[in-house]
């Protein structure tokens, strides 16, 4: 009977996902050592590592936690989740922590005593889950779908999208609106509207992405930019980095240009463990990935970008596997928020893209985007755990 529980345990836990997620938080807590080790004092060292190790803590509570969560649970809970998450975004633009804002730029922290908290990266998920819910309400009561329902799902989907963007913006954090897009544009795609929208939308997507490339560029549109309010003085700064890392490697550029020199410096195999010839601000966070290029060079490099395409693939198979439309939706949102986020961060570090304050998921120090990342890994986990518990449930 025992053997028998056992196995029953084991079908309902998909070890495909938490390994990789495992390794990664292995590799996130070795390589911020590294960074702590040569950038603060000895007694912050102890310190930020217990931090790091907390929120791992508390973010494997969560995922048992959610993977316990039946599916009509999280059903009725996400819009009050979602309008929850609303009305703390909306007090961040009033309580918001000003050293932070001095700091980065950004309104978007709030301070507890010595810790500090993004509300952002919890707002992924709800809402992730609040158009999982719009989507799988609008295709269940649609009987026939034309282009006017699809028309009514898009104004429903943009009426959740909206306010999340706006306030975002108002918290001046571009980077973070980019991955709010990006779920959007994953959920989009895979909700079943006709490819007549899609295209066009597309299209014009494509269009303002050209647009917004020439504007930042030039002195014309940069001008024009500036006028409206919607980029400030040290984004147009990064942009340049990017463009040019060694412009200014001594001023505006000399994050992202020593950034390149120590994953360069790690050639194929990289140097040793807990070596640091190269100093890189913010490396503990935003830049983690260049302590993984100088310490362990290409290999290491490449097979943490290994762990994060299998830690996808599997995503993708517990979405198959337990054939719910709601839970497909779901994975679709927290799958593009990882992919964006890893894409992003890793393309900013070895200047295939600007930088915009994006962490690496599991690995970057953080607490707000870890506990964000693992309640996103709990809900991909009761995917598999919840089929399997009650079958004819999960398939309603």
């Known amino acids: 009977m025992n053997k028998n529980k056992t196995n029953s345990l084991d079908n309902k836990i998909d070890y495909g996902v938490i390994l990789p997620v495992f390794l990664l938080c292995l590799i996130g807590l070795l390589s911020l050592y590294v960074a702590l080790t040569h950038d603060v004092l000895e007694k912050e060292i102890v310190k930020e590592m217990f931090k790091q190790c907390m929120w791992y803590a508390l973010g494997t509570i969560a995922i048992i936690i959610i993977m316990h969560m039946r599916l009509k649970w999280i059903w009725k809970l996400t819009p009050y989740i979602y309008g929850l998450g609303i009305a703390v975004m909306l007090a961040l633009l009033k309580f918001y922590d000003k050293d932070m804002d001095q700091l980065t730029g ?8 010595p810790l500090t908290f993004q509300p ?75 490819w007549r929208i899609v295209v066009p939308i597309i299209l014009f997507a494509v269009i303002v992405g050209g647009g917004t490339i020439y504007l930042v560029t030039t002195d014309t549109g940069r001008a024009f930019l500036s006028d409206l309010g919607i980029f400030k003085a040290y984004q147009f700064a990064r942009i340049d980095s990017w463009l040019d890392p060694f412009h200014d490697a001594g001023g505006a550029s000399y994050q992202p240009a020593q950034g390149l020199l120590a994953i360069g410096s790690g050639g194929m195999f990289g140097k040793g463990y807990n070596v640091s010839d190269i100093y890189v601000p913010v490396r503990e966070s935003d830049m983690i990935f260049t302590v993984i290029g100088e310490n362990f060079g290409f290999v290491g490099g490449a097979f943490v970008i290994l762990l994060y395409f299998i830690l996808i693939y ?10 719910n439309e709601f839970y497909a939706y779901i994975a679709t949102g927290i799958i593009m928020m990882i992919l964006f986020h890893v894409f992003e961060n890793i393309g900013a570090n070895i200047g295939l893209l600007p930088l915009t304050g994006i962490p690496l998921p599991f690995i970057s120090q953080g607490g707000s985007a870890i506990l964000g990342n693992m309640i996103g890994v709990g809900l991909i986990l009761s995917m598999r755990y919840q089929s399997v518990r009650e079958p004819s449930e999960t398939r309603r």
Request: charged share 15%; hydrophobic share 55%.
């Open 106 to 113: 950004s309104k978007n922290w709030f301070r507890f005593g």
């Open 120 to 194: 952002s990266e919890l707002m992924k998920i709800a809402f992730v889950l609040m158009l999982a819910l719009i989507v799988t309400q609008h295709n269940a009561k649609t009987k026939e779908k034309t282009l006017k329902t699809d028309g009514f799902l898009i104004l429903k989907m943009f009426a959740v999208t909206l306010p999340v963007i706006a306030l975002v913006l108002l918290q001046k954090d571009f980077g973070t609106m980019l991955v709010f897009l990006a779920i959007f544009g994953g959920v989009f795609l895979m909700s079943g509207i006709s």
């Open 314 to 323: 599997r995503m993708i198979r517990v979405c198959f596997d337990t054939n």
